[in-house]
C-alpha cells in the first residue's frame, strides 16, 4: 500500500474523527496549490500500514504525520512545519519556528493534542472528502 503513494506526493496521516485535525486538512487542501499532499486518516488501512511499517505505539501516537516517497516520517510539530513550509507565502513562514528547539515545540504540540477533543469535539467517523477531492485520499 505505501508503494501506491505516487514518488512526487507527500501523504498526510490525521486523526480521522478530530475537529482540529480535519480543519487542518481542509486548510491544507485549500492552500496548497501546487497539489503536492495526498490524505489518509490514521484509523484507515494506509494509516495502519504505515504504522506497522516504522512500529509506531499507537497509545503515544496524538500527532499528525508526513510520509515522504523517500520513505521518512516526520511527526508532531516537524510535521506541521514542514506542511506548512510548503503552502507557499504567507503560511511558509511559519518554518521559522523551525529554529525553535524541537523539544520546546513538541511541548505545546502534545498540549494542544492532549486537549484537541476537548476544546474542537470529535466526530463519530472519519471525514468523508467531497467528490471534488476524492482522489486526494486514500482509505
Known amino acids: 500500500m505505501i508503494s501506491q503513494?505516487?514518488?512526487?506526493?507527500?501523504?498526510?496521516?490525521?486523526?480521522?474523527i478530530c475537529n482540529l485535525c480535519n480543519g487542518a486538512v481542509q486548510f491544507v487542501?485549500?492552500?496548497?496549490?501546487?497539489?503536492?499532499?495526498i490524505f489518509a486518516p490514521l484509523q484507515g488501512k494506509t494509516g495502519q500500514q504505515i504504522i506497522e511499517h516504522f512500529n509506531i505505539d499507537t497509545?503515544?501516537?496524538?500527532?499528525?504525520?508526513?510520509?515522504?516517497?523517500?520513505?521518512?516520517?516526520?511527526?508532531?510539530?516537524?510535521?506541521?512545519l514542514k506542511i506548512a513550509s510548503r503552502l507557499g507565502f504567507p503560511r511558509n513562514l511559519l518554518a521559522i519556528?523551525?529554529?525553535?528547539?524541537?523539544?520546546?515545540r513538541n511541548s505545546i504540540y502534545d498540549y494542544i493534542a492532549i486537549n484537541r477533543y476537548n476544546w474542537f469535539g470529535k466526530k463519530e467517523d472519519c471525514m468523508i472528502p467531497t467528490p471534488e477531492f476524492k482522489r486526494r485520499f486514500l482509505d
Open 97 to 104: 519556528f523551525f529554529i525553535v528547539p524541537p523539544v520546546i
Open 5 to 16: 503513494i505516487p514518488n512526487h506526493k507527500q501523504l498526510i496521516l490525521f486523526d480521522g
Open 29 to 37: 487542501i485549500k492552500y496548497d496549490k501546487r497539489n503536492r499532499f
Open 59 to 80: 497509545k503515544a501516537l496524538d500527532s499528525i504525520l508526513l510520509y515522504t516517497p523517500d520513505n521518512r516520517l516526520s511527526y508532531k510539530s516537524s510535521a506541521v
